[in-house]
């Protein structure tokens, strides 16, 4: 399998908190593994994360813990996805296809965008 070119990108912004102005701002936390697996198959551990300004996770990107495809009931007899997303403070995660390092910062930072305009009311 070739390398993601944009995999030293993001792993470079591991422990980067980037201020998104009025008390919002972002996380990212990147770790390469020791070696690919079936739930993680790009080689690596991530959590991108936007926080109000009460220190809330209102959005994340991560890999840290499985979740139900929509419509699944049960974890048995199917591959279970760890790629995810979380919108809002409650959200326990939906399904994110990771493409690439580069893609996942696109996407991260295109729904930091939005986010930050539904909780800023423009």
Request: charged residues 30%.
């Amino acid at each position: 399998m070739a390398r993601d070119a944009g995999l030293d990108t993001l792993l470079d912004l591991d422990g980067s908190i980037i201020d998104q102005g009025d008390g919002y701002w972002v996380s990212i936390r990147v770790k390469l593994l020791e070696k690919a697996s079936e739930t993680r198959p790009h080689g690596i551990s991530y959590s991108l994360t936007l926080h109000d300004p009460h220190n809330q996770r209102i959005l994340g990107f991560d890999n840290a813990h499985a979740v139900k495809s929509v419509g699944k009931r049960k974890y048995s007899g199917r591959r279970v996805e760890y790629d995810h997303k979380h919108k809002g403070l409650k959200d326990k995660g939906s399904p994110y296809e990771f493409v690439s390092a580069y893609q996942l910062l696109e996407d991260f930072f295109n729904e930091v965008d939005k986010t930050l305009k539904e909780y800023r009311g423009y």
